[in-house]
């Protein structure tokens, strides 16, 4: 199967948080709390002397491409953790997720289509896997243990689900931290893996900077 492999990663759009088929949701954990940005393209957390800000970059017609900047605006270190969770808009079409330790990646199957999802950033590569019920997104059972900032690992589900994967974040006084995550649409797992390679083999050479 042919295609376009070109990437072009610098061509940064207003971000769109429900743009079908998929709703993106990011969110930061931070001393045992957790916030989720819904809707907005900027959060400010003023008790954790935290911002989150969100920019979509074109980089491909088969891919959504999300960057969020983290910056610590306090004079101490502070550690955190990127919670991005993606579900499909259309909860009422068929669907088989599952996560993929071989590519550490995490798939989703719905109808003919297979959408990849994965992300990283210049700490490490997504951790803490999981695809949950979406009836489980709003609730308690989200978590093994919010305290930690651990989610209830599940690997894989049948029907409408959430996959969700963490990045961890290390801030030095007064930086910010870039994180990036996608979702790639394809007919054929090898030509979304292949996608995903040249994505995770270019954003590694993206500078760390706003």
């Known amino acids: 199967m042919k295609m376009n492999a070109y990437l072009q990663m610098d061509n940064e ?4 948080p429900v743009r079908k088929p998929w709703i993106f949701n990011p969110g930061i954990w931070v001393d045992g709390k ?4 819904g809707n907005r393209t900027e959060k400010l957390l003023p008790q954790e002397e935290l911002s989150v800000k969100i920019k979509q970059a074109n980089v491909h017609s088969r891919i959504e491409f999300f960057d969020i900047y983290v910056t610590n605006h306090s004079k101490n270190q502070k ?3 990127l919670i991005l969770m993606q ?3 259309d909860g009422a079409k068929e669907q088989f997720s599952f996560v993929s330790p071989n590519e550490t990646a995490i798939y989703h199957f719905v109808d003919k289509k297979i959408y990849l ?3 990283l950033n210049n700490n490490s590569l997504m951790k803490q896997c999981t695809v949950q019920p979406i009836w489980n997104v709003s609730t308690e059972r989200l978590w093994n243990s919010i305290d930690t900032g651990r989610l209830s690992y599940q690997p894989m ?3 409408a689900a959430a996959s969700l994967f963490s990045l961890d974040l290390t801030m030095y006084p007064r930086e910010t931290r870039k994180s990036s995550c996608w979702i790639i649409e394809g007919t054929e797992k090898n030509a ?3 996608l995903n390679k040249l994505l995770l083999k270019n954003t590694l050479a993206i500078p760390d900077e706003k």
């Open 13 to 16: 759009v207003e971000f769109e």
């Open 87 to 89: 579900l499909f808009a």
């Open 117 to 119: 999802v994965n992300g």
């Open 34 to 37: 957790v916030f989720w940005l």
């Open 157 to 159: 589900a049948k029907g």
């Open 192 to 194: 979304v893996e292949y």
């Open 79 to 81: 550690k955190a953790k």
